[in-house]
């Protein structure tokens, strides 16, 4: 069951390669000299679903790389799983019967807030 603006997005690696904007930088946060001269950081921009998926875990840019498309496959097939369709359910007793009598206590207590009539003119 597909609605139409849902579509199906590739999973495969090598399909997934020529489908991604790849951009390295610096990733922040401690680590000193090391940290701050190589860009080990990897985005990965998903052109035809919008998505942006980011890796700065580890030191090695290869091994943010393999992480971020990893996340990114696993983004796109939980977006490429049929919705499941919701199934309409009764309101249970006990909540109906709360919903009167609060309503119930609401009308008393606008009620009350009225004037009397012989207050009127």
Do not use: C
């Not at 990733?27 to 090391?34: A, I, K, L, N, T």
């Amino acid at each position: 069951m597909m609605t139409p603006l849902q579509r199906k997005f590739d999973t495969d690696l090598e399909l997934l390669k020529k489908q991604v904007v790849i951009e390295t930088y610096r990733s922040g946060g401690p680590g000193g000299q090391r940290k701050n001269k190589v860009e080990t950081a990897v985005r990965l921009r998903h052109l035809p679903s919008g998505m942006t998926v980011v890796a700065t875990e580890h030191r090695s840019q290869a091994e943010n790389r393999r992480l971020a498309f990893e996340r990114l496959r696993e983004r796109l097939m939980k977006l490429n799983r049929p919705l499941r369709r919701r199934i309409p359910t009764r309101t249970p007793q006990g909540a109906a019967e709360k919903r009167m009598e609060e309503k119930k206590m609401r009308s008393v207590k606008k009620r009350l807030r009225q004037k009397e009539p012989e207050d009127w003119g």
